[in-house]
């Protein structure tokens, strides 16, 4: 849960959240958050360590407070593979990728962030006037304008960029475990009746936000 001071970084999981997080810290020296207090070695590794003195809070919960948000959203088959190849490594499963996506994300079964679909409503249906969407491949392509523009949003004015951000490709050379393909690497990897499935199930939450599966 958020202090009142604090604004929360949502999003479905594998949808730009730690990227969000490192511009803020890399450009911007802004220390953040994580309601997951026992995030893996990789967080800290990246120079994402844990400070209570931040104003950004990292959740991917369907968090009832949606006041003072920041809300990243990705392109939902991006986004359902790279969390699939996510959780297929963290829980050292031998799965087939193709399998873990219909069993695992499009049918919901183990996934305690709900749909990518169900998520996007819940954050996004008659939203506050304080919650901000932020697609992922704009901060991608974008990631110091995109990130400055959030912390005007939020009346941080004081939001002058320190330093450059290297680009995705760094960030994927360094980690490649975490940072994996970024955008539209993940078509081949998807199931054709979960693509029917997505475009029955969340036709809507797609269009709303803006994308074709």
Known sequence: MKEKHQ???ASYPRSGNTLFRLVLKECFN???????KNEGDLQNSVGLGLTNASYFVKT????????????LVRNPIDAIVSYA??????KSLDTNIRTLILKLVIQGKGNPFTGWGNHVSHWTNDPPKDLLVI??????SSPIEVVNSALKFHNLHNSIPSNA????SYWHDKYPEFFRQGTGGY?????????????????KQIRDMGYKV
């Open 60 to 71: 991917h919960e369907p968090e009832e407070d949606r006041s003072k948000t920041i809300y």
């Open 135 to 140: 697609k992922f491949e704009d901060l991608k």
């Open 165 to 168: 951000f290297p680009p995705f």
């Open 85 to 90: 190849h996510y959780y297929k490594r963290e």
């Open 187 to 203: 078509q081949n990897e998807f199931p054709l009746i979960a693509r029917f499935i997505l475009k029955f199930r969340w036709a």
């Open 30 to 36: 802004l220390e953040t958050d994580t309601i997951y």
């Open 7 to 9: 604004i929360y970084l």
